[in-house]
């Protein structure tokens, strides 16, 4: 079963000096830090909040998501083995609801996150208008919104990133974004 979407937002990427900008209608939602060299922790900015995405290798590479303020740990993100080709990764918040977010094509930033088997956010890009932009629907716009929208593209970004051997996303200095601040 899916929610109906009742809110859309329209979404910007910019990217500049190894920042990743997110924004909805205009309005910064937050930011991506890009690891120098490819090294982690990556960092995100979000309504005045910092939060850290570290790297845990095992078997299934894990990444934890921490609040950098309160030191408090927010949840993880379990990638599959062959994460690059599989499209689905776990998000398990430290309060027990457990997300799953999907990627619907190959190299493109079209993803949603479900609950339970409902959609509860989707974004699909629009490459006729303008490069990394689109449309993210949402049926509640709620605490904790803005932190499933960055890392859905944090997500997006590291799979592009994988997929293309480091060429987009946010592994190297070489990327395709357009250069708004």
Known sequence: ??????????????????????????????????????????????NDRLYSFSKKKSLCTSIIVVD???????????????????????????????????????????????????NVMEAIDNLAQQRNSGVIAIPEYKQGTDLLIITGFFLSLLRRSKLSMGLWGLKRNIMRFSKDH
């Open 1 to 46: 079963m899916t929610k109906s979407f009742l809110q859309a937002w329209h979404y910007r990427i910019s990217y500049a000096d190894n920042l990743f900008s997110v924004y909805l209608n205009d309005r910064l939602v937050g930011n991506i830090q890009k690891p120098l060299s490819g090294r982690w922790p990556v960092y995100a900015i979000i």
């Open 68 to 118: 950098e303020i309160s030191k408090d740990h927010i949840g993880i993100i379990k990638l599959p083995f062959l994460s690059p080709l599989l499209p689905s990764v776990k998000f398990a918040f430290a309060t027990g609801e457990k997300f799953v977010w999907q990627a619907d094509i190959f190299f493109s930033l079209h993803w949603k996150w479900m609950l339970e088997n409902e």
